[in-house]
């Protein structure tokens, strides 16, 4: 049974999507009109008053809205958007009253618990509506008093950072969207759930990194919208604004992400022999990455000190995020693709764990968007951190750079028989070409696949095309990438991941039978 629910409050909440608050985050397609918009904001408003964030009690994760605004940010239309919304209904868990409600008080004492998710997520609603979301994120994640201070006399930190990268990055992802399209509904269950997770290892947001967020409360007048951004959700007008100076010129400073990553798949230091991945029977880890972060995470970390970034500089900042973007995609696409001869289906490895590394990259730039400078600084580099890890974790995979560029097809089409087989009228530019545009094959076949994962992949991948896919090869061997065949990578890179997904799951709209994600890692 739905929980009662305030319906004013529920339309501040949930008003029509605004466009994203970042040049560097996606733009949306055509295809949104006043009937795809108010069937959308009917099933978020449905899956926020009728459903709990986790749909088991193993933790796994309501996907629900993080499906439906992905289709309507790719242009599906209402039915597509409600079909997608009942994939989901069926097995989600009813959301329950907590035992007591959240205040600023008891904040700290139910962390962790999924029994409060509902008062964390009213708590949340209330500090949204009242402050806006820049001042609720900077307080709520970053600020020192969740993160590095005793709540109370002898209680440990909160560790909202930490909390907020556990979970496979779902906190991220969910907040993200929140940002993206200017949803306070949808940031209040992000934040809430980030409350409910349990923090990972503290090597994942180390003191060394984390000592900087003292920093974060007098940063918070600097709180902002991206300066190069002029379209801003309604709910941030009010937050304070970053004068940014002239931008500095642009050069590579430091080590390249994608430079970290080639040096631990060359040390076998972080091999999944030696960590002894996947975890032994009766391990004191639950997971692969608990273990990676037990065992190495003081050592991951040491690396990643070299990554910086500055946090004031918003030209330096869209860099370091375009970095993550590459190093994210490289992970999944290039290692899965070398992968495929020792998978279980002799396909791609279109690996589970490093899907979630392109789908929650994508949120960076609008998160940012909300952030200070000292705050923008930490997630990125403690994001940074997650993904070397999760690298590791996995089994720290082979990048066959030039042999996935030798062989992996630029332009993915559809199965042949799924193809019209009308004759081209006379004048026809190119009568043997029906798809002259891999995408819009890719992104129609998206829409009407049930996988929530796929459209979420493949509307980050398209995103970064239309960002990067002109790069010509070399650009990453001029900022100094350390990793070989590096000369090789183009802008590419991201239609030809997108095919390998799409052939990995199916082209179901086109006939194939649907397919499934890998959950084996490498292990190799």
């Not at 989600?92 to 004492?109: G, K, L, V």
């Not at 759930?193 to 984390?210: D, F, I, N, Q």
Request: aromatic share 10%; with cysteine; hydrophobic share 40%.
């Amino acid at each position: 049974m739905a929980l009662s629910h305030d319906e004013g409050k529920l339309d501040q909440l949930y008003p029509a999507p605004s466009h994203s608050p970042s040049v560097q985050a996606p733009r949306r397609l055509p295809g949104s009109t006043p009937e795809s918009t108010s069937t959308l904001i009917k099933v978020l408003k449905d899956n926020h008053v009728k459903w709990h964030i986790f749909f088991n009690d193993k933790g796994f994760h309501n996907h629900a809205s993080h499906h439906l605004l992905a289709l309507f940010d790719l242009g599906g239309d209402g039915p597509n958007i409600e079909a997608a919304y009942e994939t989901h209904t069926s097995y989600q868990r009813p959301a329950f009253e907590s035992p007591q409600p959240i205040t600023q008080r008891n904040f700290h004492e139910h962390l962790g618990d999924e029994n409060y998710y509902n008062a964390y997520l009213n708590f949340f609603t209330d500090r949204l509506l009242e402050q806006g979301a820049a001042a609720t994120i900077e307080e709520y994640i970053f600020s020192p008093r969740v993160n590095i201070e005793p709540p109370a006399p002898g209680q440990p930190p909160m560790q909202m950072a930490n909390r907020f990268l556990s979970g496979l990055l779902h906190c991220l992802i969910h907040t993200g969207y929140g940002c993206e399209f200017g949803l306070l509904g949808q940031l209040a269950e992000g934040l809430a759930e980030t409350a409910v997770h349990k923090p990972l290892a503290p090597a994942l947001t180390p003191p060394t990194l984390m000592k900087y967020v003292g920093a974060a409360t007098s940063d918070l007048t600097n709180a902002t919208l991206s300066a190069a951004s002029n379209l801003v959700p309604r709910f941030v007008l009010d937050q304070f604004r970053r004068v940014v100076g002239p931008a500095k010129p642009v050069t590579q400073k430091g080590v390249h992400a994608l430079s970290l990553v080639s040096r631990i798949m060359h040390d076998d230091f972080y091999s999944y022999k030696t960590i002894a991945l996947p975890p032994p029977v009766n391990s004191e880890e639950d997971t692969s990455l608990e273990r990676t972060l037990h065992l190495r995470g003081d050592h991951l970390a040491e690396i990643a000190k070299e990554w910086t970034v500055d946090g004031t500089n918003a030209a330096e900042v869209e860099r370091k995020i375009e970095e993550l973007f590459w190093t994210n995609v490289v992970i999944f696409g290039i290692a899965g693709w070398g992968g495929r001869e020792k998978s279980k289906t002799g396909k791609f490895n279109g690996d589970f764990f490093f899907l979630h590394l392109v789908t929650s990259v994508l949120f960076l730039p609008s998160i940012v968007a909300y952030l200070s400078p000292t705050s923008t600084s930490i997630l990125l580099r403690t994001y940074l951190l997650n993904t070397l890890a999760l690298y590791v974790a996995r089994g720290r995979p082979a990048l066959p750079v030039a042999e996935f560029f030798d062989t992996v097809t630029p332009t993915p089409t559809p199965p042949a028989a799924s193809l019209p087989h009308t004759k081209p009228a006379d004048g026809t530019l190119i009568a043997d070409n029906p798809t002259p545009s891999p995408w819009f094959a890719i992104l129609q076949s998206t829409l009407e696949h049930p996988d929530d994962h796929l459209v979420k992949l493949q509307r980050s991948l398209a995103h970064f095309s239309a960002l990067y896919g002109a790069t010509p090869a070399g650009y990453l061997k001029e900022l100094g990438v350390e990793l070989e065949g590096v000369e090789r990578v183009d802008g590419s890179l991201f239609v030809r991941v997108a095919g390998l997904a799409m052939e990995r799951v199916g082209w179901m709209r086109e006939g194939e039978e649907r397919d499934e994600w890998d959950f084996d890692g490498f292990f190799h």
